[in-house]
């Protein structure tokens, strides 16, 4: 049956849908009620090279499979450098024009993927009736190592991640009326680095008019890697593999897997493994995403902001607080602070302010004040700060019932926002609150998508209205004040930065 002839609905969903689009005749698989197309290529790309579109597909090209996940670390599918792939769920002919979601993964810039069962978009299409995209892109070296400076013919290397996401959105505005979509509004979405990377395309001139509305999950973006600090990076990491930075032809030789291993290169800014993300390299980043305010091009877009509540859970799993106690809560607090403030101070003040805590209490909560929240209030503030209406922020509090001890964790809102509870990953449960919230934050995203609107009082100041996602979701007035104000004493400095 070709997509062409009526909604999927109306006719009955056959097992192979077809679909004909300016960029080819594709070929899906029926899945939970709607059409999917997997695995559909958007460009290609030679290794730190700008990616290029791709002429229209010949004959009827079969997407009924999942494309190779960008190399990385970990992950047990297939990895290949040629990964600029796209995933559509669609229950609608050409003629429906329904919202388009399109969501950006997390893994901040080095890691991920939309393979996940969680982030599988059937249910959301179905849901909420509109059309749902997940884009793979490059990652880490392959994606943002800045070699500009070293070497002019890979003048756009430090952007290429940014750079797939934008090839992607102009194949989905060219295309995505085929799958029944509206080209006119396409919604991103994304969680951790995937809100990131759309905090970062904000910025971008080149991605101008590719989205009408935007959400991010636990990821911002105030500003990105300094060019020099990039080109340190990038120094580090030649060192690691041997490469002298005035010869990087064995950089283009070396197998994928070398490349990768190399990522362990200690980081000459911040220690640890060597950070990879955007840059400012004054061709397609040529200022920061939200420093020193937000950034005009992008005010005028209906805009949803969003953190958990115990957001450090996930980063700092339980049995890693062994031991933890009034003692040392300060030496354990100090190394997961994103911010440079006295962690015996912290520890005093929140002691004070909530006396019947627990070491382990105060440890999580100052930790995601601290490092995980300040970025998501900057941002908004600055967006209220320069009048643009179309704001709205929430933070997820609904505490999981499979995992208590992880809370409301980072990444514990996926599954909701795709009503994918069961799957693998999630630790929501499938219980009624579990499904009346799922319900209630898809509508909310759908709606953002539809009409430009969340549905809940915008975000302006002082009062910084948010929406609290949890068993009974509420709107509150400026919920984190009191950490919020505490952690404004000293500036934020944006990790990678």
Not at 135 to 163: I, K, W
Not at 178 to 186: E, K, N
Not at 310 to 328: H, I
Request: aromatic share 10%.
């Amino acid at each position: 049956m070709a997509l062409a002839a009526a909604p999927l609905q109306a006719r009955g969903l056959q097992a192979s849908p077809v679909a004909d689009a300016p960029a080819g005749r594709f070929q899906g698989q029926s899945e939970g009620g709607v059409a999917a197309f997997k695995g559909i290529r958007y460009g290609r790309a030679e290794r730190f090279r700008a990616p290029l579109a791709i002429p229209r597909a010949t004959g009827t090209v079969r997407a009924d499979a999942f494309g190779p996940l960008a190399p990385q670390r970990g992950y047990a599918e297939a990895k290949s450098e040629d990964c600029l792939f796209l995933n559509i769920w669609t229950g609608a002919g050409p003629k429906a024009k329904r919202p388009v979601m399109v969501y950006f993964h997390g893994g901040a810039y080095s890691n991920g993927s939309v393979t996940d069962d969680w982030t599988h978009g059937g249910k959301l299409a179905v849901a909420e009736d509109v059309v749902v995209v997940t884009v793979n892109h490059r990652l880490n070296a392959f994606g943002y190592l800045y070699l500009a400076r070293m070497d002019p013919r890979f003048a756009d290397s430090g952007n290429l991640g940014q750079l797939d996401l934008i090839l992607a959105l102009q194949w989905i505005k060219a295309n995505i009326a085929a799958f029944g979509g509206d080209p006119s509004r396409v919604f991103v979405f994304g969680q951790s680095g995937g809100g990131a990377k759309i905090a970062t395309l904000m910025g971008i001139p080149a991605a101008r008019g590719l989205f009408h509305s935007a959400a991010t999950m636990s990821g911002q973006q105030v500003t990105a890697s300094g060019p020099l600090n990039a080109h340190k990076r990038a120094q580090a990491y030649l060192a690691r593999l041997g490469v002298k930075d005035d010869n990087l032809q064995p950089l283009l030789e070396m197998p994928m897997e070398r490349l990768i291993e190399a990522t362990d290169a200690t980081d000459p800014i911040l220690g640890g493994g060597v950070y990879f993300g955007p840059v400012l390299d004054m061709k397609w980043l040529t200022r920061h995403p939200f420093w020193p305010n937000a950034n005009p091009q992008s005010n005028h877009i209906p805009m949803i902001l969003g953190n958990t509540r115990d957001e450090t859970r996930a980063f700092v799993p339980l049995e890693r607080l062994k031991g933890l106690s009034w003692d040392n809560l300060a030496a354990r607090i100090a190394p997961e602070l994103r911010v440079d403030l006295l962690p015996e101070w912290i520890v005093s003040e929140y002691r004070a302010h909530f006396p019947a805590a627990t070491p382990e209490q105060i440890f999580y909560r100052a930790t995601t004040a601290g490092r995980s929240w300040p970025g998501q209030v900057i941002e908004a503030d600055a967006r209220a700060a320069a009048g643009a209406r179309a704001t709205w922020v929430y933070q997820f509090d609904f505490q999981s019932p499979l995992r208590p001890e992880r809370g409301a964790p980072h990444t514990g809102d996926i599954p909701f926002v795709f009503g994918t509870l069961d799957a693998e990953q999630s630790i929501s449960g499938t219980g009624p609150p579990a499904q009346r919230l799922s319900r209630h934050m898809m509508r909310a995203f759908a709606s953002l998508a539809r009409t430009g609107r969340a549905g809940w009082a915008p975000y302006a100041l002082p009062g910084r209205a948010t929406m609290v996602f949890d068993v009974s979701s509420r709107v509150i007035a400026d919920p984190r004040k009191w950490e919020r104000e505490l952690f404004a004493r000293v500036p934020y400095i944006q990790p990678g930065s």
